[in-house]
T-cell receptor, first 115, second 111 residues
Framework: NAGVMQNPRHLVRRRGQEARLRCSPV?????VYWYRQLPEEGLKFMVY????????ESGMPKERFSAEFPKEGPSILRIQQVVRGDSAAYFC?????????????FGSGTRLTVV | TQLLEQSPQFLSIQEGENLTVYCNSS?????LQWYRQEPGEGPVLLVT?????EVKKLKRLTFQFGDARKDSSLHITAAQPGDTGLYLC???????????FGKGTRLSVIA
């Protein structure tokens, strides 16, 4: 497990359906971050999780969006009842410790298209 | 409100030219990081600068952290087509808070 694995790479959903995005962090990393990126925009922070805990969800919409990082298995970002405005690239990153010194390792992203 | 302002937004240069891109803020950061992102991929960490006035070199790339820790610059010498990409600066607002990112500078180096 050399890097952060995200799947699927591309996801198409109809309005009103649910989108489920998965992220397996670097082995040994217990801190996971989700970001959203729109064309010509930087990365917008959504949520920060540590195993079984949400540390900071200040960037995540209160409705329709949820995230988890269970004791076993990948982190999941779940978007219920998707709308066209949810179309974006969603990136997951992980780090070995809290704080910025070690930097983040990013996955290749999931590109969500809502039709 | 964009906490980290990057300039220029777009830059297109010929192979062999030098360039500098900037990352500015009105806030003090404990550290700043630079990432490069290629189309269809996630950002890749290039460097972390932590001390005001610090200069770090990575082959043809030179990174500088301002004395007041509010700004940073990235200078590329003799740019190559492989340098093409979106350059993002990022930093934590405080302590162990998640990174905030600038919108990036999109660099295109033409052979």
């Amino acid at each position: 497990n050399a890097g952060v694995m995200q799947n699927p790479r591309h996801l198409v959903r109809r309005r009103g359906q649910e989108a489920r995005l998965r992220c397996s962090p670097v082995k040994g990393h217990s801190h996971v971050y989700w970001y959203r990126q729109l064309p010509e925009e930087g990365l917008k922070f959504m949520v920060y999780l540590q195993k079984e805990n949400i540390i900071d969800e200040s960037g995540m919409p209160k409705e329709r969006f949820s995230a988890e990082f269970p004791k076993e298995g990948p982190s999941i970002l779940r978007i219920q009842q998707v709308v066209r405005g949810d179309s974006a690239a969603y990136f997951c990153a992980s780090s070995p410790l809290a704080g910025d010194v070690y930097g983040y390792t990013f996955g290749s992203g999931t590109r969500l298209t809502v039709v | 409100t964009q906490l980290l302002e990057q300039s220029p937004q777009f830059l297109s240069i010929q192979e062999g030219e030098n360039l500098t891109v900037y990352c500015n803020s009105s806030s003090v950061f404990s550290s700043l990081q630079w990432y490069r992102q290629e189309p269809g991929e996630g950002p890749v960490l290039l460097v972390t600068v932590v001390t005001g006035g610090e200069v770090k070199k990575l082959k043809r790339l030179t990174f500088q952290f301002g004395d007041a820790r509010k700004d940073s610059s990235l200078h590329i010498t003799a740019a190559q087509p492989g340098d093409t990409g979106l350059y993002l600066c990022a930093g934590p607002l405080s302590g162990n808070t998640p990174l905030v990112f600038g919108k990036g500078t999109r660099l295109s180096v033409i052979a």
